[in-house]
């Protein structure tokens, strides 16, 4: 089964101690993204990957790592949390042809108190 | 970049139809998508267009694309309680995303 997996779903933590959110994806596929969703702002894009040790920022890479060592793999490093960073953050994966539509991980809810 | 615009609320009767309406801002979007989030899960593709096209049907929905405005619409018909959630329009340029706030469907009984 096609599957985008994430963990941990709930996290909560308090300021400064680094974290990491874990994305796994077994679709083969080149792109992978991180995303975050705050009410009324939709998704914003953190950072992104177009294949292995290859990436880019996206919107809001501020206080964000990421790093693509192995395909399947884009784990989203906080090194110091911070308040402002509580949100619902979503992995996305896609194969970069024209069409093909991103598939989403189930979404991880962070807390920084 | 791309912009893209939503409302963020819209209540329907349940049977009744239901239109989420969506602007963007860049013309070269080459895909518009339509994704739909279930309290508590990640976003689902429900449908997308390719930017030649100016309507999309699969089963009860309806996408209608005006290029000149750069408006998009999602039409669902017999609208029912299990479509209630948040329906998302993306524009695609390239290989960048770019999403709505997303608009909140509540369906009442």
């Known amino acids: 089964e096609a599957q985008v997996t994430q963990n941990p779903r709930y996290l909560i933590t308090v300021t400064g101690k680094k974290l990491t959110v874990t994305c796994s994806q077994n679709?083969?596929?080149?792109?992978m993204s991180w995303y975050r969703q705050d009410p009324g702002l939709g998704l914003r894009q953190i950072y992104y990957?177009?294949?292995?040790?290859?990436?880019d920022k996206g919107d809001v890479p501020e206080g964000y790592k990421v790093s693509r060592k192995e395909k399947r793999n884009f784990p989203l490093i906080l090194e110091s949390p911070s308040p402002n960073q509580t949100s619902l953050y979503f992995c996305?994966?896609?194969?970069?042809?024209?069409?093909?539509?991103?598939?989403f991980g189930p979404g991880t809810r962070l807390t920084v108190l | 970049g791309e912009d893209v615009e939503q409302s963020l609320f819209l209540s329907v009767r349940e049977g009744d139809s239901s239109v989420i309406n969506c602007t963007y801002t860049?013309?070269?979007?080459?895909?518009l998508y339509w994704y739909k989030q279930e309290p508590g899960a990640g976003l689902q593709l429900l449908t997308y267009?390719?930017?030649?096209?100016d309507m999309k049907q699969d089963q009860r929905l309806t996408v209608l694309l005006n290029k000149k405005d750069k408006h998009l619409s999602l039409r669902i018909a017999d609208t029912q309680t299990g479509d209630s959630a948040i329906y998302f329009c993306?524009?695609?340029?390239?290989?960048?995303?770019?999403f709505g706030p997303g608009t909140r469907l509540s369906v009442l009984p």
């Open positions: 993306a524009g695609r340029v390239g290989q960048n995303f770019v």
């Open positions: 996305a994966t896609w194969t970069g042809a024209l069409g093909n539509e991103q598939f």
């Open positions: 990957s177009m294949n292995v040790e290859v990436t």
């Open positions: 860049d013309s070269s979007s080459t895909y």
């Open positions: 679709m083969n596929h080149e792109y």
């Open positions: 267009i390719f930017s030649n096209m």
